[in-house]
């Protein structure tokens, strides 16, 4: 192309680029058009000499497009259906413009990047004398067909245009088949219009958004009351759903991207928000008559507003745990009978609502937290049944899955899966420290008395506890295995020691020796007891042998935890029966005379009258002792004679009643135990947080101790005031001069 | 007539306890009863054993040493005078 600056007339010159402009609007004949050509024009038209035509070559392209749009204007307008002639002319004229801009791009720059004239100190906002402002010939075709076409039929024709795309709108909302591609560019038109300004969707949004979001309020906020008041919920949610599934879809067949969420939204205020309550009201119902695809629908639905399901899960809390309280209150008493009932019903009702979040709120924390609320006041609910003590329950249930020959007929790994299951409930429990004790006490028996289901099951159900409520938790339980794992090799050094010194007597004699602290004894104080003289060398080796082995130690025998198996020779068949200690010491009496009295036997057996009637009482339902007079009670000064006459169809027997089942005394220890247990623990704590903060307000440690202790148990705020007026008074803390709601550590 | 009943096989327990110390008492440092080990040890007994102090206190001997170690000047930590072993 040629740069050298012409001599130019202008009109002759515009005439000829005028010619082709037409041809390029039109689509007619734009195969003789040079854009070259005309780039060229556009160039020496604006380096005119003498003086440039820039600015009189922007006024007529302006005027040439003005035209250009009242001709276009005048065709849509003498149609019926505007919407699709409209979109044919827009298309046509946003692809012509943008040839012209390209062609006009030396126009553009001469006008945008207009020089400072000398001596006019203000840059010119506007081009000559018109009042299109400084912008691309793009810009400013978008101007003229937004004045000439769009704000023209909107102010003179009744906005036609819109009028008919919101109508064409509203028919594809009733069902009837519309051709919405044309309308979508129609309503798009408005945002490219004005995307060379600084308010791109400034046109859109007062010319379409607004106005449809204000029709889809009235469309919806009539359709919806209707709805709601001819429907049930059920179907009023149902057609919710499809609504804005349907709206989702007209979306992204009519709308620009900004104004989905906008959309939206209107459409939930007006399905959801406006009748909100209707929905939270009939999810009680929902949920207690398991409609679960209702509380679908209604979680769908108000999850999408704002605080919309806080009252569905209050309701779902609310329905769980009378549901759970139900159950604790039919079972009454019987949960101390048998403890099965109470926690598989609970764990049942627990997967039950489990599934339920999973398949209906889409596990949704919020719903499974409120399941977990729920939980932890069904399991630790003691004022609907005072017998569901749950940290007793659960661990009294754990060892009837755990004890061997036990009567559920079940297989280790339904057992298993039990135990794991259990665990589901455990975690609820608050008072973690007393079902740790219970558990203890009810393991303590089954390893003492040999009665565990497996070693495998034992420790799997301790790996159970430990990854709940960590190391610490379940190390003092461990080291009750440790004891039994150490007794093992003691009692097989024990018999290498008597073998090498000779001291075999022919009686097998084990032992378990038993780390006082591990165990869940009251008191380590032996009951008195003159252990049988036959046994007492046994006894009495062993001391020695212990002793040689380990110094500094004392042993504590527990005469009521050791047993006997014993050979019966006085009757016609050979009788094997394993016994208590205490019922073997009672039953060797008789191996110097046939009948003794009460009395008699208390004073060889030195047994403390109580524990000596138990025994006593247990050989006499055994049979294989008889009362003299055997409708009398059983005092000291009963006769009993030896059962010469008993038999049984089993010449191995145990027999039972050799130990005592928890009696409530023992419950209350436990309790009084774990209470004491606490008091140290909130202590150590108070000094652990006082230590690291040196200065804390009262609020403010209790609120901390509450939280330190919180895995293990509940702290009462009472206790902790207690453990600190005992700190204070041990002057580990102390008050604070200056104020007295303040301590402060002493170090 | 011999026995009539005879004892062929029989199965004790028994707990041990320090001789010398009431075992349910709490270890000052660890807080762990003196029949139950220090924090560091597993089992109970013979490895982790006892020490008294002239003062009267007495701690797991493990527990001890370690607070005599860290930077205490030598003190018991609960009378907070030079701590000296009773031998």
Redesign the interface.
């Given at each position: 192309m040629s740069l050298r600056r012409k001599r130019i007339d202008f009109d002759t010159a515009f005439d000829e680029f005028k010619r082709d402009l037409v041809k390029m609007f039109d689509f007619s004949g734009t195969g003789s058009v040079s854009g070259m050509g005309m780039y060229q024009l556009v160039y020496d038209i604006c380096n005119a000499v003498p003086r440039p035509f820039f600015e009189k070559l922007y006024c007529a392209i302006a005027e040439f497009l003005c035209e250009y749009a009242a001709g276009v204007r005048m065709a849509i307008l003498s149609h019926d259906e505007v919407v699709p002639i409209y979109a044919v002319y827009w298309k046509k004229y946003s692809i012509a413009t943008g040839y012209l801009n390209a062609i006009c791009e030396y126009l553009n720059g001469r006008i945008v990047n207009q020089r400072r004239v000398p001596g006019v100190s203000e840059r010119r906002l506007f081009v000559g004398t018109t009042n299109y402002p400084r912008q691309d010939v793009q810009a400013l075709a978008n101007q003229i067909w937004r004045d000439h076409v769009i704000l023209e039929i909107k102010h003179r024709k009744h906005n036609r245009i819109l009028y008919q795309i919101f109508e064409t709108i509203r028919q594809d909302r009733e069902g009837q088949p519309v051709n919405y591609s044309v309308v979508q560019e129609a309503i798009l038109s408005l945002v490219a219009l004005n995307s060379r300004t600084d308010q791109p969707l400034e046109l859109y949004i007062e010319e379409f958004e607004t106005p449809y979001i204000a029709q889809i309020k009235a469309y919806y906020g009539q359709e919806s009351s209707i709805k709601l008041s001819t429907c049930s919920i059920s179907q009023y949610m149902r057609s919710a759903i499809e609504r804005l599934a349907q709206e989702g879809i007209r979306n992204s067949r009519y709308c620009h991207a900004t104004s989905h969420a906008r959309i939206i939204q209107e459409c939930e205020t007006q399905y959801i928000s406006n009748h909100r309550t209707s929905i939270q009201t009939e999810f009680e119902r929902m949920i207690a008559n398991e409609r679960t695809e209702d509380c679908n629908m209604a979680y769908a639905l108000l999850s999408r507003i704002e605080d919309g399901i806080t009252p569905l899960l209050w309701s779902f809390e609310k329905y769980i745990t009378t549901v759970g309280k139900d159950i604790i209150l039919n079972l009454g008493t019987s949960i101390t009978k048998d403890p099965r009932e109470y926690v598989e019903r609970l764990i049942d009702l627990h997967t039950k609502y489990t599934q339920i979040c999973s398949k209906v709120f889409k596990n949704d924390a919020a719903f499974v937290a409120a399941v977990d609320k729920a939980f932890r006041t069904i399991v630790n609910d003691t004022a609907t049944n005072t017998a569901a003590r749950s940290p007793e329950v659960i661990a009294r249930y754990t060892d009837t899955m755990l004890r061997k020959k036990q009567k559920t007929g079940l297989s280790e790994s339904e057992i298993e899966d039990k135990l794991s299951r259990v665990v589901i409930l455990f975690k609820y429990i608050d008072d973690k420290d007393l079902f740790q004790k219970f558990y203890s006490r009810v393991l303590a028996k089954r390893l003492?008395f040999d009665s565990s289901l497996s070693a495998e099951a034992e420790a799997s159900m301790i790996s159970r506890l430990k990854s709940a409520c960590g190391v610490e938790y379940t190390s003092?339980l461990q080291?009750m295995f440790?004891d039994m794992t150490?007794s093992t090799d003691l009692n097989t050094g024990f018999k290498d020691w008597l073998q090498g010194n000779d001291y075999s007597n022919g009686?097998?004699?084990?032992?378990?020796?038993?780390?006082?602290?591990?165990?869940p004894?009251n008191s380590?104080q032996p009951l008195e007891f003159q252990c049988p003289a036959?046994?007492e060398k046994?006894?009495t080796n062993?001391t020695t042998f212990?002793d040689n082995r380990?110094?500094?130690?004392?042993?504590?025998?527990?005469w009521h935890?050791?047993?006997?198996?014993?050979?019966?020779?006085?009757l016609d068949k050979r009788y094997?029966l394993s016994l208590s200690?205490y019922q073997?010491a009672v039953?060797?009496v008789?191996?110097a005379g046939d009948s003794f009295t009460v009395a008699e036997i208390r004073e060889q057996t030195k047994l403390i009258e109580f524990e000596l009637l138990r025994v006593v009482k247990s050989l006499v339902e055994a049979s294989l002792l008889i009362q003299g007079n055997p409708d009398s009670n059983l005092e000291l000064s009963s006769v009993l004679r030896?059962n010469m006459a008993f038999s049984n169809k089993r010449t191995k027997l145990k027999i039972s009643g050799g130990l005592q089942a928890d009696t409530p005394q023992e419950t209350t220890a436990t309790i009084k135990a774990v209470d004491e247990d606490r008091r140290?623990c909130i202590q150590?704590s108070i000094v652990r947080i006082m230590k690291s903060r040196r200065v804390l307000s009262h609020m403010q440690l209790v609120q901390e101790v509450i939280e330190q202790c919180k895995t293990r148990f509940a702290p009462n705020v009472p206790m902790i005031k207690k453990c600190i007026e005992q700190l204070l008074d041990k002057q580990y803390i102390e008050r604070a001069e200056n104020s007295l709601d303040q301590y402060v550590y002493v170090t | 007539m011999g026995l009539k009943i005879k004892v062929k096989r029989w199965h004790t327990v028994a707990f041990w306890e320090w001789n010398s110390i009431d075992s349910s008492e709490v270890c000052g440092i660890c807080q762990s009863p003196f029949d139950a080990c220090c924090a560091d040890c597993k089992i109970p007994g013979d490895q982790c054993p006892l020490l008294w102090g002239k003062c009267k206190h007495c701690f797991h001997l493990h527990c001890i040493s370690k607070w005599l170690e860290t930077n205490n000047d030598g003190i018991c930590p609960l009378d907070r005078q030079p701590f000296e072993a009773a031998t």
């Open positions: 003492i003092k080291r440790t150490i009686l097998d004699f084990s032992i378990l020796v038993l780390t006082a602290g591990s165990w004894v380590t036959e046994l046994s006894i062993f212990y380990h110094s500094g130690r004392k042993l504590s025998w527990f935890w050791c047993r006997a198996d014993v050979r019966v020779n006085y094997e200690l073997f039953l060797a008789f191996n030896l140290l150590a | -």
